[in-house]
């Protein structure tokens, strides 16, 4: 379940039920951050106001035709079985399976005219979460792994975490150091037991035996160093230590993870599925101090996540319903919280879906199409309520002020304040952040 499992004294030693090596998250406190900030700037330090991310990943690749830029005078082949339907800015039109989000169209924009170098599964996922193609040498680091090295963090929590499975080499460091990786959350928050057991201790461990225990690890590790001196894990399991004992002890940590503090009306609203309370979760770490939030944003149709090579309508009919809610819930939460300005929130898959509908035996799809499809971007300074691009009559081409996954990498880097020219070496070799992409200045 954690990103490093590797030696042995992780496999046995626990404390009281928090086993050091499978952290997977933790929560703490954004009063905290606000309150150094506020510090720093009354002693006449002049920094970028912090934004924070949620990224709800359509892994698959979310048909944009059936969503976000529909062709209505098309033949059926191209348009498909949904209807256009007004939203509450004029002109703009998204599917009518999409209402809630269309009553909120204001809080977000959209780019019409996202084009990937590929139309491929890994490559793709890659390419969107770090805005660089995959490089089997040097692998680019996630968008959540590059705030976590760049962004000092004021509080305990992870500045980088992951709501679902992490399925491929997609949004995890990279060739950055490995403390970079998202810290894993794969247990269903709608689970009436959803709980985070890598933070629960047994009830008769006070903090004396946890002291203990540090002393017993210290000790082994110790033992076992003198083989692991020349390895870089050595130190990452120096890291992973301290956070598991600080965890341990910190009630608000628990309480960052504890879904059920939430109530029942605002958990309903999200909506009673595993990407509905995702989101909200995604919600509470962002408040609780968390820098960047992947979700994984499907539930399981027997097929993968959103590639609907077959059967695109009645998955879509499954689907949307739950993005629909989600994702409108989570703009006006964080509206109403007067969080929004501070929180970036991404939708995207990999790539669009094929304009024309496949006649595959277990029933019509779309196949994968990288030239042309949509995402949107909410929060964050960002400009809302705008399209960017347009594609043809198809929605196969775009013909528009087209946008690339690196312009839209460069555009969240300027939205997070990243600094896509800085480097890293390895073995050697050097590499830029972000070699390229020009940021859509429309939306600043």
């Known amino acids: 379940m954690n990103r490093l499992q590797t030696t042995s004294r992780r496999e046995f030693l626990q404390l009281g039920g928090l086993q050091i090596g499978a952290i997977s998250a933790l929560g703490l406190s954004l009063p905290k951050l606000l309150a150094q900030e506020a510090a720093q700037k009354a002693a006449g330090k002049q920094n970028d106001k912090p ?15 059936d969503m976000y830029d529909m062709k209505p005078d098309m033949s059926a082949e191209i348009r498909g079985e949904f209807n256009p339907a007004k939203t509450n800015l004029p002109g703009l039109h998204l599917s009518d399976h999409l ?3 269309g009553r909120c169209a204001d809080k977000f ?25 995959v490089n089997k040498i040097m692998q680019p680091p ?19 975490v992951h709501l679902g499975d992490l399925r491929n080499a997609a949004g995890r460091a990279g060739y950055l150091p ?29 903090s004396v035996r946890l002291s203990d225990r540090k002393s017993l690890l210290a000790a082994l590790d110790r033992y076992e160093r003198a083989g692991e001196e020349q390895l870089q894990i050595a130190r990452v399991h120096d890291d992973f230590t301290e956070q598991a004992f600080a965890l341990a002890t910190s009630q608000h940590a628990k309480q960052a993870f504890d879904i059920s503090q939430e109530p029942d009306k605002l958990r309903d609203t999200y909506g ?13 770490l962002v408040e609780a101090g968390v820098r960047f939030v992947t979700v994984l944003g499907y539930v399981d149709t027997k097929i993968y996540g ?21 994702y409108s819930a989570l703009l006006n939460d964080l509206d109403d919280r007067g969080l929004l300005e501070n929180t970036l929130v991404i939708t995207a898959g ?49 013909t528009d002020r087209p946008v690339t996954v690196a312009d839209f990498a460069a555009t969240v880097y300027h939205a997070l304040g990243l600094n896509p020219k800085a480097e890293w070496t390895v073995n050697g070799r050097t590499e830029k952040m972000l070699p390229t992409g020009r940021v859509v200045q429309e939306l600043f």
């Open 306 to 326: 959103w590639d609907h090579h077959w059967g695109i309508f009645p998955h879509l009919k499954k689907q949307l319903p739950i993005y629909d809610q989600s």
């Open 178 to 206: 490995r403390r970079h990786d998202p810290y894993l959350i794969a247990p269903d928050p709608n689970l009436p037991d959803f709980s985070v057991k890598e933070f629960d201790t047994a009830k008769n461990v006070n």
């Open 142 to 160: 996630s968008f959540g792994a590059v705030m976590s090295w760049q962004k000092k963090q004021f509080s305990q929590v992870p500045p980088f």
């Open 51 to 65: 934004i924070n991310c949620i990224f709800m990943f359509l892994q698959g690749g979310a048909s944009h035709i």
């Open 350 to 398: 990999e790539f669009g879906r094929t304009p024309r509908i496949n006649t595959n035996k277990r029933g019509p799809g779309r196949d994968h199409w990288g030239k042309c499809f949509s995402l949107t971007l909410g929060g964050g300074g960002v400009k809302t309520g705008r399209v960017i691009g347009q594609s043809d009559k198809f929605g196969a081409e775009v």
């Open 109 to 133: 924009s959209l780019i019409r005219s996202m084009q990937s170098y590929t139309s491929k599964h890994g490559e793709g996922d890659i390419h969107m979460m770090s805005g660089s193609p």
């Open 99 to 101: 209402p809630k989000l």
């Open 272 to 284: 009673r599925n595993t990407v509905g309370q995702q989101m909200l979760m995604a919600r509470r």
